[in-house]
């Protein structure tokens, strides 16, 4: 590419990241793709809307990109690539439709769908499946393709992008964006110190009492119990749902609908990913919202977006060097602006009050991909009342 083409596709990429983090991302209602997580758009309270898996709109004002890799740095893409997405079209389509435009002789074709049925077609079409690249909304999917065969090692220009926690050890599959588990609290009903810092502590306190909000049948929140499996044992999780549901908790459709009921003081505290949080504070900066962090157990995880190129691309080079993209300084951003998720590349940083990714507590020893038993997670639920 010349020099002077690349000058104004920098300027126009610029442009276009600063346009998609202001104007949002449009209409979410109705829209899936997110492991049962549904895009909707939901009114906030105020004159913004603020789309339940990222509309988009950032009152934080724009940013100087100063870290990671940008897209110009980057080796061009060139010829088609088949995406199967498990994010959302309302979600990423933006920057997907982005790539395309970018390089002059690239044509991305996508398929949306959730992680999970994703997962499963790839296994139905085995070999003559058409698909290139996986871009999976968890780790869980990432890992079940890989234990399947059905990944290819990425290039090391693309894992050294990010941290060896926010990559698959044997190199099949890489983070992208990164969400933390946490518990939304109502200011006007609670300190800081009044939140336990030990999630298995929650059903024994009585200020929760007929207080407290989840969203059983939302998959961030299986996971989350998932991983209590895996930290604590069976027993120990079972004893733990009974004992919230002892204590009177609410269910909520979703953990946006959590947070907004913390919000809007229906319920004082609950359990949600960090972005449901930042959301609602992006349209109701003033709302009585703060942000609580357990420790070192399952409240804490932080389980990440990502892709991995499989076994039946034709082109190898193009597919790592999309996933590569991915990783580039402005995708990052632009995942902080419209997600509000955590940026995995050092040097960008996440948008809102948060802590940085070093100052999170995140047990020790979990490999993500652990995360990937939801059937035994399902089951249990069931088994207790819950779902």
Same mark, same amino acid.
């Given at each position: 590419?010349?020099?002077?083409?690349?000058?104004?596709?920098?300027?126009?990429?610029?442009?276009?990241?600063?346009?998609?983090?202001?104007?949002? !991302?449009?209409?979410?209602?109705?829209?899936?793709?997110?492991?049962?997580?549904?895009?909707?758009?939901?009114?906030?309270?105020?004159?913004?809307?603020?789309?339940?898996?990222?509309?988009?709109?950032?009152?934080?004002?724009?940013?100087?990109?100063?870290?990671?890799?940008?897209?110009?740095?980057?080796?061009?893409?060139?010829?088609?690539?088949?995406?199967?997405?498990?994010?959302?079209?309302? !979600?990423?389509?933006?920057?997907?439709?982005?790539?395309?435009?970018?390089?002059?002789?690239?044509?991305?074709?996508?398929?949306?769908?959730?992680?999970?049925?994703?997962?499963?077609?790839?296994?139905?079409?085995?070999?003559?499946?058409?698909?290139?690249?996986?871009?999976?909304?968890?780790?869980?999917?990432?890992?079940?393709?890989?234990?399947?065969?059905?990944?290819?090692?990425?290039?090391?220009?693309?894992?050294?992008?990010?941290?060896?926690?926010?990559?698959?050890?044997?190199?099949?599959?890489?983070?992208?964006?990164?969400?933390?588990?946490?518990?939304?609290?109502?200011?006007?009903?609670?300190?800081?110190?009044?939140?336990?810092?030990?999630?298995?502590?929650?059903?024994?306190?009585?200020?929760?009492?007929?207080?407290?909000?989840?969203?059983?049948?939302?998959?961030?929140?299986?996971?989350?119990?998932?991983?209590?499996?895996?930290?604590?044992?069976?027993?120990?999780?079972?004893?733990?749902?009974?004992?919230?549901?002892? !204590?009177?908790?609410?269910?909520?459709?979703?953990?946006?609908?959590?947070?907004?009921?913390?919000?809007?003081?229906?319920?004082?505290?609950?359990?949600?990913?960090?972005?449901?949080?930042?959301?609602?504070?992006?349209?109701?900066?003033?709302?009585?919202?703060?942000?609580?962090?357990?420790?070192?157990?399952?409240?804490?995880?932080?389980?990440?977006?990502?892709?991995?190129?499989?076994?039946?691309?034709?082109?190898?080079?193009?597919?790592?060097?999309?996933?590569?993209?991915?990783?580039?300084?402005?995708?990052?951003?632009?995942?902080?602006?419209?997600?509000?998720?955590?940026?995995?590349?050092?040097?960008?940083?996440?948008?809102?009050?948060?802590?940085?990714?070093?100052?999170?507590?995140?047990?020790?020893?979990?490999?993500?991909?652990?995360?990937?038993?939801?059937?035994?997670?399902?089951?249990?639920?069931?088994?207790?009342?819950?779902?």
């Amino acid at each position: 590419m010349e020099e002077h083409d690349r000058e104004l596709r920098v300027q126009g990429r610029r442009r276009f990241i600063a346009t998609a983090a202001a104007l949002g !991302l449009g209409s979410l209602a109705g829209c899936t793709g997110d492991g049962g997580e549904t895009e909707t758009t939901t009114d906030s309270g105020s004159n913004e809307i603020v789309g339940q898996i990222g509309s988009g709109r950032s009152p934080f004002g724009d940013r100087e990109i100063t870290g990671g890799v940008s897209i110009a740095d980057m080796p061009d893409l060139s010829g088609e690539l088949t995406l199967y997405s498990g994010r959302g079209e309302a !979600l990423v389509g933006e920057l997907i439709s982005f790539f395309e435009e970018y390089y002059d002789d690239f044509t991305i074709r996508p398929r949306y769908n959730s992680a999970a049925e994703l997962v499963n077609q790839i296994q139905t079409e085995g070999e003559n499946s058409p698909a290139d690249v996986f871009f999976s909304v968890n780790a869980g999917s990432l890992g079940a393709l890989k234990d399947a065969g059905r990944t290819q090692d990425l290039s090391s220009e693309v894992l050294d992008l990010v941290r060896d926690e926010f990559h698959d050890p044997d190199g099949q599959w890489t983070g992208t964006s990164g969400r933390a588990r946490t518990v939304p609290f109502n200011t006007e009903q609670f300190d800081d110190s009044d939140i336990p810092d030990d999630i298995m502590a929650f059903p024994e306190t009585e200020a929760f009492r007929d207080n407290i909000g989840w969203a059983p049948t939302y998959s961030s929140f299986q996971a989350f119990i998932t991983a209590m499996r895996v930290l604590e044992g069976e027993d120990a999780t079972r004893q733990w749902l009974e004992g919230m549901q002892d !204590l009177g908790v609410t269910e909520f459709r979703n953990e946006f609908l959590v947070s907004q009921a913390v919000a809007d003081g229906e319920i004082g505290a609950g359990f949600a990913n960090h972005y449901y949080i930042q959301r609602i504070l992006g349209g109701r900066q003033n709302a009585p919202l703060k942000t609580a962090f357990t420790s070192g157990d399952a409240g804490s995880i932080f389980n990440v977006a990502g892709a991995l190129v499989l076994d039946t691309t034709d082109d190898t080079d193009l597919a790592n060097n999309f996933v590569r993209h991915l990783l580039s300084a402005e995708a990052q951003d632009y995942f902080a602006r419209t997600t509000y998720e955590y940026p995995l590349v050092s040097g960008v940083d996440p948008i809102g009050a948060l802590p940085s990714i070093e100052e999170l507590s995140p047990p020790e020893g979990l490999d993500l991909t652990q995360l990937s038993d939801l059937e035994g997670t399902v089951e249990l639920l069931r088994e207790v009342g819950v779902l």
